[in-house]
T-cell receptor
Framework: DTGVSQDPRHKITKRGQNVTFRCDPI?????LYWYRQTLGQGPEFLTY????????KSRLLSDRFSAERPKGSFSTLEIQRTEQGDSAMYLC????????????FGEGSWLTVV | AQSVTQPDIHITVSEGASLELRCNYS??????LFWYVQSPGQGLQLLLK??????LVQGIKGFEAEFKRSQSSFNLRKPSVHWSDAAEYFC????????????FGAGTRLFVKA
């Protein structure tokens, strides 16, 4: 069990640039989640996948955000035309099955937009 | 939709003293309840979870939590706090039907004084 891994761990980008984060879930986990966390707040749900299907998207996920999980394994979260308000930690998590199963988090990807 | 309230933004306790962190949830059906801990700049680690059965659940690091349906609460306790327990603690509720996302509270920061 190698855990959930995220890459990159830190990213500094200029406003208006695009960024992409990658998440590799625990290998047998069919559900994958993305959360966003800002300082002093709890993780906010963004979206989740069951296998390759994106089943739910939060209203927080504006049109500039897109997430994919093309083969039901790793996932990417892309932010286009970044804004300073996008600065946050983006957390990926995975689980087996639904909410009755524990979700396991990665270490997160810090984004700073300057 | 479910929601979680953690009334205390931060708590300070002396090392060796007992600890109780409060959590109240809102959910129409039987909830799945979790406590996670987060050290600065890190991902979230599961402390314990409640799905059904015994309402007093034991977790790692000497933590326990009690589910009280009548009070919609799931408070976290530890009889004797260690300096290494200083961290951010998040209560979370998972849906048992429909969308299976897990929703987090805003967190309680624990400070431990010598």
């Amino acid at each position: 069990d190698t855990g959930v891994s995220q890459d990159p761990r830190h990213k500094i980008t200029k406003r208006g640039q695009n960024v992409t984060f990658r998440c590799d879930p625990i290998s047998e986990h069919n559900r994958l989640y993305w959360y966003r966390q800002t300082l002093g707040q709890g993780p906010e749900f963004l979206t989740y996948f069951q296998n390759e299907a994106q089943l739910e998207k939060s209203r927080l996920l504006s049109d500039r955000f897109s997430a994919e999980r093309p083969k039901g394994s790793f996932s990417t979260l892309e932010i286009q035309r970044t804004e300073q308000g996008d600065s946050a930690m983006y957390l990926c998590a995975s689980s087996v099955g639904g909410s009755g199963n524990t979700i396991y988090f990665g270490e997160g990807s810090w984004l700073t937009v300057v | 939709a479910q929601s979680v309230t953690q009334p205390d933004i931060h708590i300070t306790v002396s090392e060796g003293a007992s600890l109780e962190l409060r959590c109240n949830y809102s959910y129409g059906a039987t909830p799945y309840l979790f406590w996670y801990v987060q050290s600065p700049g890190q991902g979230l680690q599961l402390l314990l979870k409640y799905f059904s059965g015994d309402t007093l659940v034991q977790g790692i690091k000497g933590f326990e939590a009690e589910f009280k349906r009548s009070q919609s609460s799931f408070n976290l306790r530890k009889p004797s706090v260690h300096w290494s327990d200083a961290a951010e603690y998040f209560c979370a509720v998972g849906a048992s039907t429909g969308g299976f996302k897990t929703i987090f509270g805003a967190g309680t920061r624990l400070f431990v004084k010598a």
